[in-house]
């Protein structure tokens, strides 16, 4: 009877709960593309390529994409193999880092970059041109879009690829080492060979992410009228009036396409589950440290700028933004100011709404992904059902569409009776959803293999049921984990602009911190703004930090 009444039910409400996030949106985006007012009809699909601008939006597109996913890579996987296999110091540092530049908000990079390379009032910019005669850079560009974008993306790469050589036994360069193989041609015929899943995993998925980017190419590119997929989604939604068939039909191109070179990619590195190398879990054999000699210290500096450049730096310049009286300050005491946290804290209608939409949100989407992603995981791991896969890769496939498209499938879906949701933070929730169970499913399938089945099956033959097991045994067994997913479900709810930009349709009563932020600077609203942003990133940083303390120490444990 409690099989009956406890697991099959469980079951069932989660695969409903996946049908409903994530199977059902992409059905109603396909229909939203290919039907008018007359019914099924192309007239949408033509209308989009003979518009002028099409064919420039594409190639936008592809040039950011390609771009960004190329420095990402250039920066994150040397970065990677330095601090996993080499004696070069600080390596807990650039690690920390690395971490933290990944769960900032892409934005806060944009806004502290114009401020350095705006092309007429950026303070290098200024610099140069009055000293040396010419200006470095305008971030009001592709280049600028490319290289704030690269900044935000290889923390993504270094995590990817340094958590999967963490995993796996370095035996093979320590052979090569010691058969009197150059540490160079070590690093390059052993290492990144045997890294070559995981920078497979972090070129696709770097790449589908620089397509769903929304922050930094509508902070930077919109201005000059540069438009990629994202922004051109986020222009139709906001023409009056809507083009809403025209955005799904922009979103069904780029999302077929993000599959294709998923489906292309995993073929030719001749793995079917390419998908499992984005979370690594368990522990790895033996390892030794490549010496770099008197060449640590230079790729430590390399790693420390690398920081500064995509952490620290940004930080700092957005904090002393938001305590200027002017937009780009002069560096003396005469232009600092609190009014910008005074307007923000004591004037700003709905703060307190946006600050209660982004913890509601953040809560709930954390711990959706972990029942869910549990559940999931645990049929998938545990059970011999018959379409468990099909379940796993139901939960899972978004990671692999754009998120910019995938909303507008939720759109479609939402928008219309019986069930009107647009607008609603329900919608948004499920939004972050389906982005965030991904990594919820693969986090926990990584948790259950690393836990012996003989655990559960000695309880079992003890005559505890299922349910008792999994709150007795397994669960406290994976709370590290969960906690882990937790954490990192919860700080992406509370950064995410895209998913509540889009789906929130502009009411004060949907809004969040992020949104919040980016109307202020479309209002040129800048020292607000960023005080704004501080007020996010220490909110995110009281959770995040106590929570990671956690974590090490329950890694210490371990070891």
């Given at each position: 009877?409690?099989?009956?009444?406890?697991?099959?039910?469980?079951?069932?409400?989660?695969?409903?709960?996946?049908?409903?996030?994530?199977?059902?949106?992409?059905?109603?985006?396909?229909?939203?593309?290919?039907?008018?007012?007359?019914?099924?009809?192309?007239?949408?699909?033509?209308?989009?390529?003979?518009?002028?601008?099409?064919?420039?939006?594409?190639?936008?597109?592809?040039?950011?994409?390609?771009?960004?996913?190329?420095?990402?890579?250039?920066?994150?996987?040397?970065?990677?193999?330095?601090?996993?296999?080499?004696?070069?110091?600080?390596?807990?540092?650039?690690?920390?880092?690395?971490?933290?530049?990944?769960?900032?908000?892409?934005?806060?990079?944009?806004?502290?970059?114009?401020?350095?390379?705006?092309?007429?009032?950026?303070?290098?910019?200024?610099?140069?041109?009055?000293?040396?005669?010419?200006?470095?850079?305008?971030?009001?560009?592709?280049?600028?879009?490319?290289?704030?974008?690269?900044?935000?993306?290889?923390?993504?790469?270094?995590?990817?690829?340094?958590?999967?050589?963490?995993?796996?036994?370095?035996?093979?360069?320590?052979?090569?080492?010691?058969?009197?193989?150059?540490?160079?041609?070590?690093?390059?015929?052993?290492?990144?060979?045997?890294?070559?899943?995981?920078?497979?995993?972090?070129?696709?998925?770097?790449?589908?992410?620089?397509?769903?980017?929304?922050?930094?190419?509508?902070?930077?590119?919109?201005?000059?009228?540069?438009?990629?997929?994202?922004?051109?989604?986020?222009?139709?939604?906001?023409?009056?009036?809507?083009?809403?068939?025209?955005?799904?039909?922009?979103?069904?191109?780029?999302?077929?396409?993000?599959?294709?070179?998923?489906?292309?990619?995993?073929?030719?590195?001749?793995?079917?589950?390419?998908?499992?190398?984005?979370?690594?879990?368990?522990?790895?054999?033996?390892?030794?440290?490549?010496?770099?000699?008197?060449?640590?210290?230079?790729?430590?500096?390399?790693?420390?700028?690398?920081?500064?450049?995509?952490?620290?730096?940004?930080?700092?310049?957005?904090?002393?933004?938001?305590?200027?009286?002017?937009?780009?300050?002069?560096?003396?005491?005469?232009?600092?100011?609190?009014?910008?946290?005074?307007?923000?804290?004591?004037?700003?209608?709905?703060?307190?709404?946006?600050?209660?939409?982004?913890?509601?949100?953040?809560?709930?989407?954390?711990?959706?992904?972990?029942?869910?992603?549990t559940v999931v995981s645990y049929i998938k791991v545990r059970t011999?059902?018959?379409?468990?896969?099909?379940?796993?890769?139901?939960?899972?496939?978004?990671?692999?569409?754009?998120?910019?498209?995938?909303?507008?499938?939720?759109?479609?879906?939402?928008?219309?009776?019986?069930?009107?949701?647009?607008?609603?933070?329900?919608?948004?929730?499920?939004?972050?959803?389906?982005?965030?169970?991904?990594?919820?499913?693969?986090?926990?399938?990584?948790?259950?293999?690393?836990?012996?089945?003989?655990?559960?099956?000695?309880?079992?033959?003890?005559?505890?049921?299922?349910?008792?097991?999994?709150?007795?045994?397994?669960?406290?067994?994976?709370?590290?984990?969960?906690?882990?997913?937790?954490?990192?479900?919860?700080?992406?709810?509370?950064?995410?602009?895209?998913?509540?930009?889009?789906?929130?349709?502009?009411?004060?009563?949907?809004?969040?911190?992020?949104?919040?932020?980016?109307?202020l600077w479309g209002e040129t609203r800048i020292g607000e703004s960023?005080?704004?942003?501080?007020?996010?990133?220490?909110?995110?940083?009281?959770?995040?930090?106590?929570?990671?303390?956690?974590?090490?120490?329950?890694?210490?444990?371990?070891?």
């Amino acid at each position: 009877m409690e099989r009956v009444n406890s697991k099959n039910i469980i079951w069932t409400l989660t695969v409903a709960a996946v049908l409903i996030i994530n199977v059902y949106p992409l059905f109603w985006l396909l229909w939203g593309s290919f039907t008018g007012p007359e019914g099924f009809t192309l007239k949408y699909y033509a209308e989009l390529f003979n518009k002028a601008d099409f064919g420039r939006m594409f190639k936008n597109t592809w040039v950011y994409a390609l771009g960004s996913t190329l420095l990402a890579l250039a920066i994150g996987i040397p970065m990677a193999i330095a601090v996993t296999r080499t004696n070069m110091p600080f390596k807990n540092f650039i690690r920390l880092g690395s971490t933290i530049a990944f769960v900032s908000p892409p934005w806060l990079n944009a806004m502290a970059y114009i401020f350095l390379f705006s092309p007429n009032s950026g303070f290098v910019n200024v610099f140069t041109d009055k000293y040396l005669g010419f200006k470095i850079l305008n971030i009001y560009s592709m280049t600028g879009m490319v290289l704030v974008s690269g900044l935000f993306l290889y923390s993504y790469v270094f995590i990817t690829v340094s958590g999967y050589l963490e995993s796996i036994d370095s035996s093979y360069e320590e052979a090569s080492v010691v058969s009197g193989a150059s540490k160079l041609s070590t690093i390059l015929r052993i290492t990144i060979p045997l890294a070559r899943p995981s920078i497979v995993t972090a070129t696709i998925f770097s790449l589908i992410m620089s397509w769903g980017m929304f922050a930094t190419p509508a902070i930077l590119g919109i201005p000059v009228k540069i438009y990629v997929f994202a922004t051109e989604i986020y222009m139709l939604l906001n023409s009056f009036p809507p083009k809403i068939e025209l955005s799904a039909v922009v979103a069904v191109i780029f999302s077929a396409l993000a599959i294709f070179i998923w489906f292309l990619s995993s073929k030719l590195s001749r793995s079917e589950d390419i998908g499992k190398y984005v979370t690594i879990g368990g522990k790895g054999g033996k390892k030794i440290e490549i010496d770099l000699g008197p060449y640590r210290f230079l790729m430590a500096g390399g790693g420390i700028l690398l920081i500064f450049s995509a952490l620290i730096m940004p930080y700092l310049i957005v904090l002393l933004m938001s305590l200027s009286k002017t937009w780009f300050f002069e560096l003396s005491w005469n232009n600092l100011t609190l009014a910008n946290y005074h307007y923000v804290l004591f004037e700003l209608s709905n703060l307190w709404i946006y600050l209660k939409n982004t913890l509601v949100l953040a809560v709930t989407v954390s711990l959706g992904v972990i029942v869910i992603g549990t559940v999931v995981s645990y049929i998938k791991v545990r059970t011999r059902i018959k379409y468990r896969r099909h379940l796993e890769i139901a939960a899972m496939y978004t990671i692999i569409v754009p998120a910019s498209a995938f909303v507008i499938g939720i759109i479609w879906t939402w928008i219309k009776p019986p069930l009107v949701l647009y607008g609603t933070l329900w919608l948004i929730f499920l939004g972050q959803m389906s982005r965030s169970l991904p990594f919820g499913v693969r986090n926990c399938s990584d948790g259950f293999q690393q836990i012996d089945v003989s655990l559960e099956e000695a309880a079992r033959a003890c005559g505890s049921t299922w349910r008792k097991i999994m709150t007795s045994v397994t669960l406290p067994l994976m709370k590290y984990i969960l906690l882990g997913t937790f954490v990192l479900t919860f700080l992406s709810s509370a950064r995410d602009l895209l998913t509540p930009l889009f789906l929130a349709a502009g009411s004060a009563k949907t809004m969040t911190l992020s949104v919040a932020i980016y109307y202020l600077w479309g209002e040129t609203r800048i020292g607000e703004s960023t005080a704004l942003s501080i007020m996010l990133i220490l909110l995110t940083l009281i959770i995040y930090l106590p929570l990671q303390k956690v974590l090490e120490r329950s890694t210490d444990l371990d070891d």
